[in-house]
């Protein structure tokens, strides 16, 4: 084949890939789109039928699902959450992965080993012990047992450990002791810049999973103004009797609205990441 029916072929090839990506990624928008149009649209409109068009309810739905819960309240209180165990699942997780990856002491294999069998572990199993711990600390109806969990995350540990093996350059640690550095000023100065894809990467999966969790509020969470958005989700769908369908698409919207700018925020982090380990050979 010559060179211009490569040519041919291969824009052929590409245009196609574009029409494909494109579809999928219309496919993909489309439930959100249409949670977004419903949450214009009133409860007779919603279960009347299907439709692609803005309604003109969405002030009307706003008042209805804040006279039925604090949906702004729950918005701050997973905000809270889900910001703060973020904060500290980024910094303790790569410092306990640099510590792995920087020194080399006694029981390091055994150490490295039990991470990975805490991963194993299916943390519904831990439950009831939890519950019982922080009953006994006097922490129900707290945030607390809602964040300071997520110091010690096994999967984050793994995850920047496996990054740092190979970003971490030993030689450049050794010229900052050479120079004087102090152990926690190289963490955090030359460690953290270099560990930032990988803790990126796992502070958006974390912010998410915090933002969405509905277990643990449910079980230590009793008063409402403490609520979090997927307990006031749940009481609006959970209301048979006078249901707002438009108020609780609306509610929805709004739970999903921060993981959206998370995920678009910081997400060129993770390629960067990408791109920079492909060049490191």
Do not use: H
């Not at 959100?32 to 439709?51: E, H, P, V, W």
């Not at 889900?82 to 294999?109: E, I, P, R």
């Not at 006097?138 to 999967?155: E, K, Q, R, T, V």
């Amino acid at each position: 084949m010559n060179t211009p029916m490569k040519e041919t072929a291969q824009k052929k090839n590409k245009y196609t890939l574009y029409i494909c990506l494109t579809l999928l990624a219309i496919v993909s928008f489309l439930p959100f789109y249409l949670m977004i149009i419903n949450a214009t649209r009133s409860t007779g409109d919603i279960t009347a039928g299907f439709s692609m068009l803005p309604g003109a309810n969405l002030v009307q739905n706003f008042g209805e699902m804040q006279s039925r819960v604090d949906t702004l309240g729950a918005f701050r209180n997973s905000l809270i959450i889900a910001g703060s165990s973020t904060v500290l699942l980024c910094y303790f997780s790569a410092m306990t992965a640099y510590g792995f990856v920087a020194y080399d002491f006694k029981l390091k294999g055994f150490l490295f080993t039990a991470v990975l069998v805490i991963m194993m572990i299916p943390s519904q199993l831990s439950i009831i012990g939890f519950y019982k711990m922080v009953k006994g600390m006097g922490l129900l109806n707290s945030f607390l047992p809602l964040i300071l969990p997520s110091i010690s995350s096994a999967a984050t540990v793994f995850f920047i450990k496996q990054y740092g093996e190979t970003a971490i350059s030993r030689s450049v640690i050794e010229s900052a002791r050479i120079d004087g550095a102090s152990e926690l000023k190289i963490f955090n100065r030359i460690a953290l810049p270099m560990l930032s894809p990988a803790i990126f990467t796992m502070g958006i999966t974390g912010f998410i999973a915090s933002w969405n969790n509905y277990m643990m509020p449910l079980i230590l969470l009793s008063d409402p103004k403490k609520f979090t958005l997927p307990l006031i989700i749940r009481i609006l769908n959970a209301d048979t009797q006078d249901r707002t369908v438009g108020g609780m698409y609306l509610a929805i919207a709004i739970s999903i609205v921060p993981i959206m700018i998370v995920f678009f925020a910081f997400s060129r982090y993770i390629i960067d990441g990408v791109n920079a380990g492909g060049e490191k050979e």
